[in-house]
Structures are given as structure tokens and as C-alpha cells.
């Protein structure tokens, strides 16, 4: 389990590199139970690869990740990544989108982009989207590690779609996890080995943005009741700083049966004024 000391320094390798990677931060089990569970579900689901140029004509990537499985719930509940991420955005942080990336051999290196370019905000600007890139399988110069390139997510611009540009192969054991700011320049490498490249995409952002992925309709209600609080919370069934969110004055975990949060702002605020009336 990561110390603060831990968190502290890959907070720092984020603010000044873009990205760094945990070690080791998944172990050996889980890492073949989740391949193993993404292999069933494509045989199970009958899922072939992708169908645009970005995602990867010889990649299968599966969306909406959290309703197959409950092997996957673990994913962006990691006790060695979420602490990471809480650090860089706050608590109230959201997923914001999970999925698998699996290169098969002969996929094409993936244009360099950034996640966020697509969000009208000036260049730099403060972290808004974290990614933390799951290595499932050896990360390899061979199989597509992810390219980089660092320090890129201080630049005033994004990159130019489909242009060449020099990068660091993140190569890493599997097991390992990528954590980055999403306005760092990256891309998927390309496959010329004969083997998969299995990993995921765990996104998480800021509790006021919109999630990439539509987690409140797109997780059924009653799989979305199994999950863990925390879970629950991180897929949006939570109220940021007590304002937004919230379903008329009610905390959305409500629906699941839960009792509620934080109380919104205005009543909190309230409360905090009688106090201190109470206390003169
Ligand atoms: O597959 C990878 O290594 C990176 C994928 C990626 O950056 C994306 O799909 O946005």
C-alpha cells in the first residue's frame, strides 16, 4: 500500500512530468483474473475490434466496463491509484470513463492526442482529467506501450492530429499503472510483436465536469446497488461540495437505498449560521 510519502512524490513527478508510473501496484492474481475475465467476456459477448481509426481497427476495446464483471469494480477502487488521483483532484473526484484496450498484433500506432482537447479551456491549465493506463500485459517497445511525451501537458497547445512527434515508450512490467495528467500528449504504440497487449483506460475527473461515459444511465440501477459506497459515489451517485448533482435538495445515492451525504450547501450553510448564533 502506498505511504504519503509515496503519493507526495508521484504527485510531484505528475506536476512536473505529466506522468508516473506505480509499480507492481496490482498484483499477479488480479492482473491474470482480469485478463482472464476480458477474454471470457469477448468470447461471451461475441466483441470484435474496434471500427474507427482512434480506437484501433485490431483493438478490442470494451466500453461500460463496470457492468460485466464485479472483478472490475477493484479497478478504479485501487487502494495503490485512487489515493494518487484524490491527491491530484480532491475526494469528490468522478470516474470518468473505463474501458479495456487490447492491441492485437499488427495494430497501428494511435495518433497523438490528448484527452481534454476536445474542452474550450486555454492551455496549460490545472490537471481536470486523470488517466491511469492498467498494464495487464509487459508493456513492451514491441507490443504498443503507450507513447508519451513529457512535459507536454504544460504546452499552450494540443498536438496536431495524426502529426509525427518525438516520444518515450512507457514500457513497464505488468501490474504496473500509469498514472497522467490527460492533457499530456500520448498515443498507443503499435503492435509488431505476435502476442495481445492487454491493459485499461481508468479515467477519473473533477466532480463538477461531465463523465466521458454516461455512468448513471449507462450502469443498470440494480448492478450500480451491488456496488461499494465508495463506488457508487465515483460513478456519480454523490453531490459535488453539496451543489451540484443533486436530484431536487436530494443526494443521488439516495436511489440506491443509501443514506445521504453531505448536506447540500444552502442547508449546511444554515446550520453552520444557527451554530454560530447558538455560540454567542
Ligand atoms: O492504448 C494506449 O496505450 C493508449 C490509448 C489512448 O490513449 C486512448 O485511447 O485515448
Not at 472483478?71 to 469528490?92: I, K, Q
Not at 518515450?168 to 497522467?180: E, I, R
Request: contains cysteine; proline residues 5%.
Amino acid at each position: 500500500m502506498l505511504t504519503e510519502d509515496d503519493i507526495k512524490a508521484h504527485l510531484a513527478r505528475i506536476r512536473d512530468d505529466g506522468y508516473t508510473v506505480i509499480e507492481q501496484a496490482a498484483s499477479i492474481d488480479l492482473v491474470e483474473g482480469l485478463k482472464r475475465t476480458l477474454e471470457r467476456i469477448e468470447r461471451e459477448h461475441d466483441l470484435g475490434y474496434a471500427k474507427t481509426s482512434f480506437e484501433g481497427f485490431k483493438t478490442v476495446r470494451i466500453n461500460n466496463l463496470l457492468t460485466y464483471d464485479d472483478l472490475f469494480w477493484e479497478v478504479p477502487l485501487h487502494e495503490n491509484v485512487l489515493p494518487v488521483v484524490e491527491g491530484m483532484l480532491d475526494r469528490e473526484c468522478l470516474l470518468s470513463s473505463f474501458c479495456s484496450l487490447v492491441l492485437g498484433p499488427g495494430q497501428e500506432a494511435q495518433p497523438i492526442h490528448e484527452d481534454t482537447q476536445l474542452i474550450p479551456l486555454p492551455r496549460p491549465h490545472i490537471p481536470i482529467t486523470v488517466n491511469a493506463i492498467w498494464a495487464l500485459s509487459d508493456f513492451t517497445e514491441k507490443n504498443g506501450a503507450t507513447r508519451i511525451v513529457p512535459g507536454s501537458h504544460k504546452y499552450d497547445s494540443s498536438p496536431d492530429y495524426g502529426r509525427h512527434y518525438e516520444t518515450v515508450t512507457a514500457t513497464m512490467p505488468a501490474g504496473s499503472v500509469m498514472l497522467f495528467d490527460s492533457a499530456l500528449w500520448h498515443g498507443g504504440g503499435a503492435n509488431v510483436s505476435e502476442a495481445r497487449r492487454f491493459a485499461f483506460s481508468c479515467a477519473y475527473c473533477w466532480g463538477w465536469m461531465r463523465q466521458q461515459e454516461n455512468l448513471q444511465l449507462g450502469i443498470p440501477r440494480e448492478t450500480a446497488a451491488r456496488f461499494p459506497r465508495r463506488l457508487q459515489e465515483l460513478c456519480g451517485y454523490s453531490v459535488y461540495k453539496g451543489q451540484f448533482g443533486h436530484i431536487d435538495n436530494r443526494d443521488p445515492i439516495e436511489l440506491l437505498g443509501r443514506e445521504r451525504g453531505k448536506r447540500m450547501v444552502w442547508e449546511a450553510t444554515d446550520a453552520k449560521k444557527a451554530r454560530m448564533a447558538a455560540e454567542r
